[in-house]
């Protein structure tokens, strides 16, 4: 199916900004964090400007490898995804919610709960960003010393998946009548009891909440390793990639369109929207200002720090000369390696020292930026669009709140102007307003009654007795 000629748009939200040094900028509220109003505000910029969503990142530890780092990063007080998402879910109308939470620490049972409850909290606004953890420390606050192997994530991760699915079809649609007069709550025959046994996962079901108004929330995936990327293309329907340069976001592009392609995907139903970073000024002047400020705010130790985890833990940063050449590899990390294969694609593109590429791991770790004016990011915007390398972005604000309201203010209606981003919503749910199809109870479809024997048995025997 043919895209239409506007781009999809979501918020990432992170405390102050994307920028390491954002929290020291004076219009940050210090607390912002764990400043519920401060979220609010924002999501509802976010809806009065027609953005498709907001998108909350997430790790289950503190990811900072060193004391030096921790001490000044503002990303240890915060809010868990689902729990802000579900009070943001009160405060917005039409905005889709869309929070991380990783296969490798959680159970797909408490997981799709969470996700069906936030679903019909916000009448259908939800959408889960499927993640495998990739810090090294989530594994000791878990009773485990190391992190699994990428293989062995990614493998626990597609079984999670499908037993998510399964869960949230525990119910058809229209299962609970709630029917007064009868006494009767659920048709049985509509319940459907998962009994999944694999390599991972044990799980027997069924969920204890009705299906999601979405059928499923929106699946969200962020696979950029070969690995993840055919991770993506099996069920991301929105991919969260990092794409710096047009000739990168296109070959990841026509790569993930291929492989959803050969799974019988339709192009419209897996939508890229790799991260943007826009620092808008009037002029270009203005916009660079605004950069050097951050970089003012921001020590060595939060970038060395930041590049050192980025490049997956696999070089002692402080030991190098920082004016030499960055190598052309690096030893294989276990933690993120999409991310490690980009920077150094980066470096070797632009050859950067290792000064330059700390640098540029600290502004962007590995987004396309853009600094300059409405015209100039939006000419970036459009072109990336139209040549094929997203259907949208993940407008990520270097500064939060300002970042987002000059982006607002001054990029949107030139984006408008060029009929390239919408001025409202088209439908209510998440789904609708990405055009994406609501996706079919497989038990239902399938004919299949899979229903509790237990709870068949005693209801016969309450028939006998009592019928």
């Not at 291929?258 to 995907?265: C, V, Y």
């Not at 203010?409 to 199809?437: A, C, M």
Request: hydrophobic letters at 40%; one cysteine or more.
């Amino acid at each position: 199916m043919q895209r239409n000629d506007e781009m999809k748009l979501g918020l990432f939200l992170w405390d102050a900004g994307y920028h390491e040094g954002a929290w020291r900028d004076p219009s940050a509220p210090a607390n912002c964090g764990v400043d519920i109003g401060h979220y609010a505000n924002l999501a509802a910029l976010a809806e009065a400007a027609a953005f498709h969503l907001v998108f909350l990142a997430d790790t289950a530890s503190v990811s900072e490898l060193d004391d030096a780092h921790i001490a000044r990063s503002s990303r240890n007080d915060g809010f868990e995804p689902i729990t802000l998402l579900s009070a943001l879910s009160s405060r917005t109308q039409e905005i889709g919610l869309v929070g991380t939470a990783t296969t490798t620490y959680n159970q797909p049972y408490n997981l799709a709960r969470m996700f069906a409850s936030l679903d019909h909290l916000s009448r259908g606004r939800a959408g889960w960003n499927i993640v495998t953890s990739g810090f090294k420390r989530e594994a000791a606050n878990f009773g485990e010393k190391e992190l699994p192997d990428h293989r062995v994530r990614y493998a626990r991760a597609r079984e999670f998946v499908e037993v998510v699915k399964g869960l949230w079809d525990s119910w058809e649609d229209d299962a609970f009548i709630r029917d007064k007069r009868t006494g009767i709550f659920a048709d049985i025959t509509k319940l459907h009891l998962l009994n999944h046994q694999g390599d991972y996962l044990s799980v027997r079901g069924p969920l204890n909440v009705a299906r999601p108004l979405q059928g499923y929330p929106v699946l969200v995936q962020a696979g950029a390793s070969d690995t993840g990327i055919e991770f993506a293309a099996e069920f991301g329907e929105v991919v969260f990639t990092a794409a710096p340069y047009l000739e990168y976001g296109q070959k990841y592009y026509a790569a993930l369109k291929e492989k959803a392609r050969a799974l019988g995907r339709e192009d419209d139903q897996v939508l890229v929207m790799p991260g943007f970073i826009p620092i808008v000024g009037r002029t270009k002047q203005e916009a660079s200002e605004k950069l050097e400020r951050l970089h003012s705010y921001e020590h060595i130790d939060v970038q060395i720090g930041m590049a050192s985890r980025g490049l997956g833990s696999v070089a002692e940063l402080r030991s190098l000369n920082l004016d030499s050449l960055v190598p052309e590899t690096l030893p294989q990390t276990n933690f993120i390696q999409s991310r490690q294969k980009l920077y150094l694609d980066v470096a070797a593109r632009q050859k950067f020292t290792w000064k330059q590429l700390i640098r540029f791991i600290s502004d962007t770790k590995g987004h396309l930026m853009v600094v300059g004016t409405p015209d100039e990011i939006a000419n970036t915007m459009v072109e990336t669009f139209d040549q094929g390398a997203a259907d949208g972005f993940n407008v990520i604000p270097a500064t939060l709140p300002g970042g987002f309201k000059d982006f607002v203010d001054l990029v949107v209606p030139e984006l408008r102007r060029r009929g390239k981003f919408r001025s409202g919503y088209s439908g209510h749910t998440l789904r609708e307003n990405l055009g994406l199809k609501r996706p079919p109870n497989r038990f239902a479809q399938a004919g299949v009654m899979k229903k509790d024997p237990d709870a068949v048995e005693q209801a016969s025997a309450f028939d006998t007795a009592y019928g």
